[in-house]
């Protein structure tokens, strides 16, 4: 579709001392490192696989976001940009896999990606930015809700 928004390539902003930008194929160790953390605990950890990064960065309707401090990666998020039959075709984006080195968290790195994220989503017309977080992560909730998520509805997930 010709007229689909694409997210801009090479995205990069600064928040202090932390650079938000868009993953690199080069970035996939750092990356699958960081990624790890979502599983800790768990008795399936999440494994990042490379041909599906690749995939993704050549997505212009999503992009995988890092941030870096001495540029060193230190969080990601996977922003996704949809289409919508409502609100007058408006398209909405979604986020996935936030997440941020434990060594790091409380830094304000996450709440920069965040921001990154809402920024690229407003910039291609998006209605609403959602996300999904596990119930048991009440400190992520808390920082997504000063980021300015409400939880107005209740999610349900079925992992096939």
Not at 32 to 59: E, H, I, K
Not at 137 to 154: I, L, N, T
């Amino acid at each position: 579709m010709s007229d689909a928004p694409r997210l801009p390539a090479g995205y990069s902003t600064r928040a202090g001392e932390v650079e938000v930008r868009a993953a690199l194929a080069e970035d996939f160790g750092e990356l699958a490192r960081l990624l790890g953390y979502l599983g800790l605990g768990s008795a399936d950890p999440p494994v990042a696989d490379r041909d599906a990064f690749q995939r993704t960065l050549a997505d212009q309707r999503r992009m995988v976001l890092v941030a870096a401090r001495d540029r060193r990666l230190v969080g990601t998020l996977d922003l996704i940009v949809l289409d919508n039959v409502t609100h007058a075709g408006a398209p909405w984006a979604a986020i996935e896999n936030v997440v941020v080195d434990p060594v790091e968290r409380r830094r304000g790195i996450a709440r920069a990606m965040l921001d990154a994220a809402l920024e690229l989503a407003r910039g291609v017309g998006c209605y609403k930015v959602q996300l999904l977080s596990d119930a048991q992560r009440s400190e992520a909730h808390a920082m997504y809700e000063q980021v300015g998520f409400d939880y107005p509805v209740r999610g349900f997930r079925r992992y096939l």
